[in-house]
């Protein structure tokens, strides 16, 4: 039986680094054996990945802020210099991260070890450190491009028994659309149920009395800070993370231990103390997601320690910030959560409908006039031929007149439409990853090998046309090595109709 130390984390991370590099920002990365010592004070980023199913832990992507620029400039075809919005750099790490990530998921996959990923998020400062807790094992990986190095780490842990509800062993197990109550959803408090959450575990655990206020009286912790953080991914995406201060984690470990706050030496027991933390009250989110149908798994907790860093997690649609004091100390509770596409274009429930009187007789009766004589007890109305055909009278019935167009029981039925007819005529499915437009000269120049830039980045959705009519919208998987569409939204009815204009 495969084992986690068994599967080869470090060649496939080593050749979908170098081939990421390679072909999307035209540059050459080698892996190095001995990474340089760090820098202190040097601005850098970290884009963060969490596990979740049968395998969990975390996956992280490190580099300097510097080296994000260059790799920015390269992708963009500007000079570094020229690259100044830091979201730009954000959102390519975050790219990186997915694509190197989203490969070793499926490696995972095929040693025996299903699982999702959350969506990322990114971490930058100049003074921070991440880890995940509790791991079965740890990998550490240096690529070096001049001078700059890139950071990769891996953190990894069976998780026996798990259930999210995810169909793990099948590759499209996370892409069938779940049977979500809609309405119980919607109607879902987060604020309440987080707070609510907070303000028990608080009490239980740690014999603390928490009091809500406003996020605004307190923008942020000053000072050395502690953040626990778990995420869950499936239906439901997102990220629940906690706040604290040096003071206050001292005081809640101590709390919990029966100890005396200066008692408490290093970080083990608030690491510890910290992720069960974010355990319970990531948990109780995700039972409440749970319950209304949706299918998701959480994460291990991470942890972050530093004094200047900001955390911003991405691809996320709703945000809840909730703070909450303590005598002097202020903790904060931040939530990220999006909903699958799959279940917001899932069609409501079907509802039985009870046929009208008039429609459960024989079609030839119901729409016979109404002084038309009955038929003869032993013959029945013929069956409708496939194609439409001028209507025949039923045999000892007395010949029904026609009814005006558009009344509602001259309409066939689906039987009636001869639409078997059309199931083998072929449509042409097309995927549109992307346009450009570039000048005649450049286009002039193009050679086997060019790359051309599209508009449409990656990570977008792409668009699907049945015979040049936008139809669906999707995302590009890879599954051994082949490329493939998950559906993701199907288009309105008005939108296919303006495709045909």
Known sequence: MTTLTDIDVRATVSASVIETFSSMLSMEIQPVEEEPPPGQGIRRMVGTLNFAGKVTGIFNTQLTFDFGRLMASSLLGMEPEEVESGTEIRDLVAEITNIVGGNLKSALNDGGYPCVLSTPSITYGTDFSIKSLNMDRFDRYAFQKGDQILIIEVGLKEQEGADSGLDFGSPDGASRIPHVDLQKLESLDYNSRLADAAVDVYETMFSLKLERMEPGAASSLDGMRYISSVCFA??????????????????????????????????????????????????????????????????????????????????????????????????????????????????????????????????????????????????????????????????????????????????????????????????ELTVELGRTKMPIHELLKLRPGSAVKLAKLEGEAVDILANDVLIARGEVVIRHEKYGIRITEITSRMERLRGLK
Request: aromatic share 2%; charged share 20%; with cysteine.
């Open 234 to 427: 499936g239906d439901a995406t997102g990220i629940v993370s906690l706040h604290v201060g040096q003071e206050m984690s001292r005081l809640m470990a101590a709390n919990m231990l029966g100890m005396e706050p200066e008692e408490i030496e290093g970080t083990g027991e608030i690491e510890d103390m910290l992720g069960e933390l974010g355990n319970i009250v990531g948990g109780n989110l995700k039972s409440a997601l749970t319950d209304t149908g949706l299918r998701c798994a959480l994460s291990t907790p991470s942890f972050t320690i530093g004094s200047d860093f900001q955390i911003e997690a991405l691809n996320l649609e709703r945000f809840e910030r909730l703070a909450f004091r303590h005598e002097s100390h202020i903790v904060f509770l931040e939530m990220g959560l999006k909903i699958s596409d799959l279940v917001k274009a899932a069609p409501p429930p079907a509802r039985e409908v009870q046929p009208r009187a008039e429609e459960s007789k024989p079609a030839a009766r119901r729409n016979a006039p109404v002084a038309a004589a009955p038929a003869a007890p032993a013959a029945a109305p013929p069956k409708a031929p496939p194609v439409p055909v001028p209507p025949v009278a039923p045999a000892a019935a007395v010949p029904a007149q026609p009814e005006a167009a558009g009344t509602p029981d001259s309409r066939a039925a689906p039987d009636d439409l001869g639409l078997d007819l059309l199931l083998d005529i072929p449509v």
